[in-house]
Nanobody
Framework: QVQLVESGGGSVQAGGSLRLSCAASGFTLSNYAMGWFRQAPGKEREFVATISWRGANTRYTDSVKGRFAISRDNAKNTVYQQMNSLLPEDTAVYFC?????????????????WGQGTQVTVSS
């Protein structure tokens, strides 16, 4: 069965860094674009970043551009998100998701498989 397992979350001070990992199993990762979303308390889930099937194309929400970097290692069945210069407003549960296609997309409805999430807390 398809599984996406996130790890790497934690608590950091503002300005710090974290690297999230998403371990994929039960499908061929290289056939799909992947994405990261986040949900803060009391807010709706929002798009953060996406990467195409071979990693040639990426897209980010404006608030993380220049601070976050999504990448993938298809040989290791893993997707990453490097998060630098973290801000308190980055505090959220971060979810890894599998797109239904190979191209980048920021629409949550285009993703059909989701992980359980990993908590990121940034203190000021």
């Amino acid at each position: 069965q398809v599984q996406l397992v996130e790890s790497g979350g934690g608590s950091v001070q503002a300005g710090g860094s974290l690297r999230l990992s998403c371990a994929a199993s039960g499908f061929t990762l290289s056939n799909y674009a992947m994405g990261w979303f986040r949900q803060a308390p009391g807010k709706e889930r929002e798009f953060v970043a996406t990467i195409s099937w071979r990693g040639a194309n990426t897209r980010y929400t404006d608030s993380v551009k220049g601070r976050f970097a999504i990448s993938r290692d298809n040989a290791k069945n893993t997707v990453y998100q490097q998060m630098n210069s973290l801000l308190p407003e980055d505090t959220a549960v971060y979810f890894c998701a599998r797109s239904q296609g190979r191209l980048v997309t920021s629409s949550a409805s285009s993703y059909d498989q989701w992980g359980q999430g990993t908590q990121v807390t940034v203190s000021s």
